[in-house]
């Protein structure tokens, strides 16, 4: 439990990053949307942390040297658009065959079903930049985009509007409330619970409206999916 604990922990990264934080982040948002073993990292969160800790006062109350925030907001949003292209290069590469696998600790077929879920519920373009505010959805949305054959040029328009957008907006959201909230580092942990909570409300709300639909359904009408 404490293991998880410090996972989910963005402040924990950025500790064991030491002086190199900043390029820490970076490698870190790269992995968590390019690798699929990356699921588990705190995106959003560490995003968010990192802004926060690119503020002098912020990062004396913690102990370290300021995040290069100038660094952060050109390299992050790099880091996320090369991570999402590798997953949809890899997916459109290798196909159906990246995801036949037994379930394990690192990998659910769910998360995957999730991805495709969204990916035929909003459609390819609004799915690709909506999975970027979704935890582990975001990781999984990029290879599904190239199994299911999405045309690369669009992926790639559609994956940097995403990926720019996501990026910078939690990380100024950082950096504002970094500036602005006094001895905001006592938070950080609490804050992080209610940034997931917020993250996966629309992955439980659509979990229920399937699990509704499905039960309305009378039976002996269900129909096997194809």
Known sequence: ?????????????LSMLGAFA???????VFAETGLLVGFFLPGDSLLVTAGIFSTVAAAE???IAPLSLPTLLIGAPLAAIAGAQLGHLLGAKVGRR????????????????????????????????????MPIVRTF??????????????FFVWNVLGGVVWVEAL????????????????YILPGVFVVILLSVIPIVREVM?????ASAVPKGRHHAPR
């Open 1 to 13: 439990m404490d293991v998880l604990l410090d996972l989910l922990d963005p402040k924990w990264w």
């Open 22 to 28: 900043t390029i820490g982040v970076i490698a870190i």
């Open 61 to 63: 109350g913690f102990g």
């Open 98 to 133: 990246m995801f036949d696998k037994p379930d394990s600790r690192l990998f659910k077929r769910e998360h995957v079903e999730k991805a495709e879920y969204y990916f035929e519920k909003f459609g390819p373009a609004k799915a690709v930049v909506a999975a970027r505010f």
């Open 141 to 154: 949305m990029n290879p599904v985009a190239g199994v299911l054959e999405m045309d690369a040029r669009r």
């Open 171 to 186: 990380l100024l959201l950082g950096y504002f409330l970094g500036s602005k909230v006094e001895g905001i580092d006592k």
């Open 209 to 213: 409206k399937s699990r509704r639909a």
